[in-house]
């Protein structure tokens, strides 16, 4: 079985921005290289050093803490000069320039991968164009569909019991049954990412159960929430787009992908109207269309070396750049055979 990430270097993100520049503005721009920290990690740090609020800080995607990556961040009302002072262990900080929009969430074209790929035999691996638009772990992570699903049930205390916040158990010492007030703790970025989770891992049952019936199977991957399901007809379907469900969600054209939809939400026990929370309205979700496949550009796959980690193996390199919001991992799990 193929490896990731037996050391930081093997996986390398670098964003490319959204953003435009001005001589002026309200918003510092600069530019962050990290190596074993996540950007939340970064982000309080940073806020704690420039005695800002976390969210006076923006960044158009979360990286990964077991990689080295490159990303851009919005800073309100700062000077250069103070912010070049700024020391955070892991991290370097470089002045970009200064625009008068903070940068959110999705606010980037997307992202260049630079990946080893180590502990391999004889599995070939292939060149693609097209690759399935799977949500991978990285979006699930421990419990998090299980906090989206009683977010949208209304089963605050549930999902309370699953987030492992000091604060959320602080304010609930004040008011132990006031489970509402302890999720508002919680910034609004992480609450939502929770819906997200539970949002998506609906859309990979859609997709999977759809490619089973619609495409000419490949293979077949089981990962955390599930079961994937890669096709070898993937240009058949490069048009093709199936909903992230949500609230003000309309059927679609197609029967058979809202047939499946009907399905998975019946076993969920799940009506459009639970993604409406009026107790904390910002978790209120509209719904939106997701690609089923998108383009993987500028693939280059390497010649197989000897792997100094795993004696007896093999490791290649790769490098490609993907849109905004798609999964370098899908890419390995997809082109390793």
């Not at 035999?121 to 693609?128: A, F, H, R, S, Y």
Request: with cysteine; charged share 30%.
């Amino acid at each position: 079985m193929y490896k990731l990430k037996q050391i930081i270097e093997d996986f390398v993100v670098i964003e490319i921005p959204a953003v435009k520049t001005e001589p002026h503005g309200r918003y510092l721009y600069v530019w962050i290289k990290k190596k074993g920290a996540n950007t939340l990690d970064v982000v309080k740090e940073l806020a704690r050093q420039l005695r800002l609020k976390e969210k006076d800080i923006g960044f158009a995607g979360s990286k990964d803490k077991h990689a080295v990556t490159e990303q851009l961040l919005s800073i309100i009302g700062e000077k250069k000069e103070i912010v070049e002072l700024i020391k955070i262990e892991d991290a370097s900080i470089d002045f970009y320039g200064y625009g008068n929009q903070p940068i959110s969430l999705g606010d980037l074209q997307g992202n260049r991968f630079e990946i080893a790929i180590r502990n391999l035999d004889d599995e070939k691996v292939d060149q693609i164009h097209f690759l399935e638009n799977y949500f991978d772990e990285q979006r699930f992570s421990l419990h998090n569909v299980e906090i989206g699903r009683y977010l949208l049930k209304k089963e605050f205390a549930k999902a309370v019991s699953l987030i492992d916040e000091a604060k959320v158990k602080r304010c609930l010492e004040q008011k132990p049954t006031d489970y509402v007030r302890a999720l508002k703790v919680l910034p609004n970025r992480l609450l939502r990412m929770y819906v997200n989770a539970y949002q998506s891992y609906i859309w990979n049952r859609t997709v999977a159960m759809y490619l089973e019936k619609k495409g000419k199977v490949l293979k077949k991957v089981t990962y955390s929430e599930g079961e994937l399901v890669f096709v070898s007809n993937a240009a058949d379907f490069k048009n093709l787009k199936i909903p992230l469900i949500g609230f003000g969600y309309e059927d679609v054209d197609d029967k058979g992908i809202q047939d499946i939809i009907d399905e998975i939400m019946n076993e969920e026990n799940l009506s459009y109207a639970d993604f409406i929370i009026k107790q904390i309205p910002e978790l209120t979700l509209e719904g939106e269309l997701r690609n089923v496949f998108i383009e993987v550009k500028d693939l280059k796959i390497g010649k197989k070396e000897e792997d100094e980690l795993n004696a007896g193996k093999k490791k290649v390199k790769v490098s490609f750049t993907l849109p905004k919001g798609c999964y370098a991992t899908m890419v390995i799990k997809r082109i390793i055979c």
